[in-house]
C-alpha cells in the first residue's frame, strides 16, 4: 500500500468497529449453538437473512442498537420456531459483547480524529446514526452513510462516493477499513481508494490472502494506530 497521507478513513460498521472483523450472522450462529440451537446451518442462514433484510426501511430510524439487536432476535425466534425469551437472551449476550467492542472502537476513532476525517460506510437498516449515537461513536464521525437511506448498497461506487462529498475528499486522500472481501475490499478497489482489510486471527488460512498485493492487513482495529496510513 502506498504511504502517501491519506486524510480520510472510512470505516464498515457490522463486523469492523462491533467485532473487529467477525459478521453479525457468524457471532449469531455462535451464540446460538452455545444456548443450544442446533437448526441446521442452511435454515440457520435463511432465518437470519430474513430476520435482518426486513429490517431494511422498516426498522424506526430512532432505533438503537440494542432495539435493532431486539428485532433480530424476534425475526429469528418467528422463523426458527424457537422461543422468543431464549433469543432474547441471546440477542442480549450479542450486544453485550459489540457495545464492549463500540466502546473500544469509539476511543479509537476519538485519537485517530486528530489525524484524519472519520467516516462510516455501512449495509444498514436506516437507523445507523441512532446506533452510531448509542454506540458513543458519533462525536468523532464526520459522515455516517447508510445503504437504506441513501438507497444503494456496497460495493456500489455511489455509497463510498456518498462518503467521501461529505467529508470533501477524493478517492486518492481516503482508506477504507472492512472486514468483507466482497462489499468492502473490491468496493473501494473500484474507487480506486487504498483499503485495509480487517481479518483476525481465528479465520486461519482458509479466509484467502488480500485482493491486492500491497494491501495491509490487520487482525486488531487497534493496529490502526502505529500503520502511518
Known amino acids: 500500500m502506498s504511504r502517501a497521507n491519506a486524510k480520510v478513513l472510512l470505516f464498515d460498521f457490522g463486523g469492523t468497529l462491533d467485532a473487529e472483523g467477525v459478521p453479525w450472522k457468524d457471532r449469531w450462529v455462535r451464540l446460538s449453538r452455545e444456548e443450544g440451537i442446533d437448526a441446521p446451518q442452511p435454515e440457520f442462514d435463511r432465518a437470519f437473512y430474513g430476520a435482518t433484510d426486513v429490517l431494511e426501511g422498516t426498522i424506526s430510524p430512532n432505533a438503537g442498537f440494542r432495539d435493532t439487536v ?71 464521525i464526520g459522515a455516517a452513510i447508510d445503504s437504506t437511506v441513501l438507497g444503494c448498497k456496497k460495493p456500489d461506487p455511489r455509497i463510498f462516493q456518498a462518503a467521501l462529498d461529505a467529508l470533501g475528499a477524493s478517492p486518492a486522500e481516503a482508506v477504507f477499513v472492512g472486514d468483507s472481501m466482497r462489499r468492502d475490499m473490491a468496493g473501494a478497489r473500484a474507487m480506486g481508494m487504498r483499503h485495509v482489510w480487517l481479518r483476525p486471527e481465528s479465520a486461519g488460512d482458509g479466509g484467502g490472502g488480500p485482493c491486492c498485493p500491497e494491501d495491509v492487513v490487520i487482525a486488531r482495529l487497534s493496529e490502526l494506530s502505529d500503520l502511518g496510513l
Open 70 to 140: 431486539g428485532q433480530v432476535a424476534h425475526g429469528l425466534a418467528t422463523r426458527l420456531g424457537r422461543d422468543v425469551a431464549l433469543l432474547r437472551r441471546i440477542g442480549d449476550r450479542f450486544s453485550e459483547e459489540s457495545l464492549r467492542q463500540l466502546a473500544r472502537s469509539a476511543a479509537l476513532l476519538a485519537r485517530l480524529r486528530e489525524r484524519y476525517r472519520i467516516g462510516v460506510v455501512s449495509n444498514f437498516y436506516g437507523n445507523l446514526q441512532a446506533v452510531l449515537d448509542e454506540a458513543g461513536l458519533s462525536p468523532s
